[in-house]
């Protein structure tokens, strides 16, 4: 099979092609498991923190990718709830230990075992992919390929940003950063809250232009302040910048929930510009999402279903992943980054 692999840390400014086009035998699902003949993945910025040392795989080569839509092409021993020839999809989550008292508390993106989607195991950025089937997922009919791989990370992370955000219609929101995650939290609050005010905070006008089409209440640059002060503020930046900015604008007992595995380093002098007074005091709150669960990808599925949600999507070939990779670190986005295997 086809598939681009990842040898060792790079980083983008020295080496654009970090990944490598190699030809590798199908791998066989093991007992409980599944083969997928993958249709499409999609491209994340973890995939970046994986790439460049942030969250490194723990052995080379691996196969990354973690938004992963295709079908089922074999089953292992004892595996039996799909069919063959079902679609179903695979997010970050592909292994939980299910006995820890994380899992058991109903919070497995916790767990100290916790085995990540190509990083701990191989991704989709590939032909075929194998994983235990009580982690793969049913596709609902209405989207294609790649239109359902974003809402397998981008869209079930960014629906637990917004759980953990505690946001109640009627209320300001602030979004930091307008990628994949992002731009599908904003049409999800607009169907689940549609009396919220979403503010989006974006570097580039281009995501800007492209927020106020989907709906924002607003859209400004970093550093600018909201007509009004905001409930809520979930960050998907990889900057700290956007924190403290985002700080200054909470309404008393709001909440920033930081949406992101890893935050980069080059800026981080800026929270010495943390001021106590206007961007913590009146019980602001700051929280991390940490990884997934089942259940935040199955509801998002529903949800997403439902409304119905169309993701944005720009599609490349699997070969050309380094150059959606470079163009995702360079912030050229407009919505999420899709590979197809055909
Ligand atoms: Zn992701
Ligand atoms: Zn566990």
Same mark, same amino acid.
């Given at each position: 099979?086809?598939?681009?692999?990842?040898? %060792?840390?790079?980083?983008?400014?020295? #080496?654009?092609?970090?990944? @490598?086009?190699?030809?590798?035998?199908?791998?066989?699902?093991?007992?409980?498991?599944?083969?997928?003949?993958?249709?499409?993945?999609?491209?994340?910025?973890?995939?970046?923190?994986?790439? &460049?040392?942030?969250?490194?795989?723990?052995?080379?080569?691996?196969?990354?990718?973690?938004?992963?839509?295709?079908? @089922?092409?074999? /089953?292992?021993?004892?595996?039996?709830? =799909?069919?063959?020839?079902?679609?179903?999809?695979?997010?970050?989550?592909?292994?939980?230990?299910?006995?820890?008292?994380?899992?058991?508390?109903?919070?497995?993106?916790?767990?100290?075992?916790?085995?990540?989607?190509?990083? $701990?195991?191989?991704?989709?950025?590939? !032909?075929?992919?194998?994983?235990?089937?009580?982690?793969?997922?049913?596709?609902?009919?209405?989207?294609?390929?790649?239109?359902?791989?974003?809402?397998?990370?981008?869209?079930?992370?960014?629906?637990?940003? *917004?759980?953990?955000?505690?946001?109640? $219609?009627?209320? #300001?929101? %602030?979004?930091?950063? =307008?990628?994949?995650?992002?731009?599908? @939290?904003?049409?999800?609050?607009?169907? /689940?809250?549609?009396?919220?005010?979403?503010?989006? =905070?974006?570097?580039? &006008?281009?995501?800007?232009?492209?927020?106020?089409?989907?709906?924002?209440?607003?859209?400004?640059?970093?550093? &600018?302040?909201?007509?009004?002060?905001?409930?809520?503020?979930? $960050?998907?930046?990889?900057?700290?910048?956007?924190?403290? &900015?985002?700080?200054?604008?909470?309404?008393?007992?709001? /909440?920033? @929930?930081? #949406?992101?595995?890893?935050? !980069? !380093?080059?800026?981080?002098?800026?929270?010495?510009?943390?001021?106590?007074?206007?961007?913590?005091?009146?019980?602001?709150?700051?929280?991390?999402?940490?990884?997934?669960?089942?259940?935040?990808?199955?509801?998002? *599925?529903?949800?997403?279903?439902?409304?119905? *949600? /169309?993701?944005?999507?720009?599609?490349?070939?699997?070969?050309?992943? #380094?150059?959606?990779?470079?163009?995702?670190?360079?912030?050229?986005?407009?919505?999420?980054?899709?590979?197809?295997?055909?």
């Amino acid at each position: 099979m086809k598939a681009m692999i990842l040898k %060792g840390l790079s980083r983008f400014a020295e #080496n654009p092609a970090p990944l @490598v086009p190699v030809e590798l035998p199908e791998p066989a699902p093991g007992e409980g498991e599944i083969l997928i003949a993958v249709s499409a993945c999609g491209v994340c910025h973890t995939e970046l923190d994986e790439i &460049e040392g942030r969250t490194p795989p723990p052995a080379y080569p691996i196969i990354p990718g973690h938004q992963v839509v295709g079908t @089922v092409a074999a /089953r292992g021993a004892h595996a039996g709830r =799909f069919q063959i020839g079902e679609r179903v999809g695979v997010g970050w989550i592909y292994w939980a230990c299910g006995h820890c008292d994380a899992c058991r508390a109903g919070t497995e993106n916790l767990c100290a075992g916790f085995r990540a989607t190509g990083r $701990d195991a191989n991704g989709g950025y590939a !032909e075929f992919l194998t994983v235990p089937e009580a982690f793969a997922h049913a596709i609902p009919g209405i989207f294609s390929n790649s239109e359902a791989a974003p809402l397998l990370c981008a869209g079930a992370i960014g629906w637990r940003s *917004l759980r953990l955000a505690g946001l109640s $219609d009627g209320q #300001n929101l %602030g979004l930091t950063g =307008f990628g994949a995650s992002a731009h599908l @939290v904003l049409l999800a609050v607009r169907h /689940r809250f549609p009396r919220a005010k979403p503010f989006v =905070f974006a570097r580039s &006008e281009r995501e800007r232009a492209f927020a106020r089409e989907l709906g924002a209440a607003g859209a400004g640059a970093t550093e &600018e302040a909201p007509p009004e002060k905001l409930q809520a503020v979930i $960050d998907t930046t990889p900057a700290w910048k956007p924190v403290v &900015e985002a700080l200054k604008h909470l309404a008393p007992g709001g /909440r920033l @929930v930081i #949406n992101a595995i890893r935050k !980069e !380093e080059s800026d981080k002098a800026e929270l010495l510009r943390l001021d106590y007074p206007t961007q913590l005091w009146q019980e602001k709150e700051i929280k991390s999402v940490a990884n997934v669960a089942r259940s935040d990808i199955r509801e998002f *599925l529903e949800l997403a279903a439902e409304i119905p *949600l /169309r993701p944005a999507v720009e599609e490349y070939p699997l070969a050309d992943a #380094n150059r959606a990779l470079a163009e995702l670190k360079a912030g050229k986005i407009r919505g999420a980054k899709v590979l197809r295997m055909a």
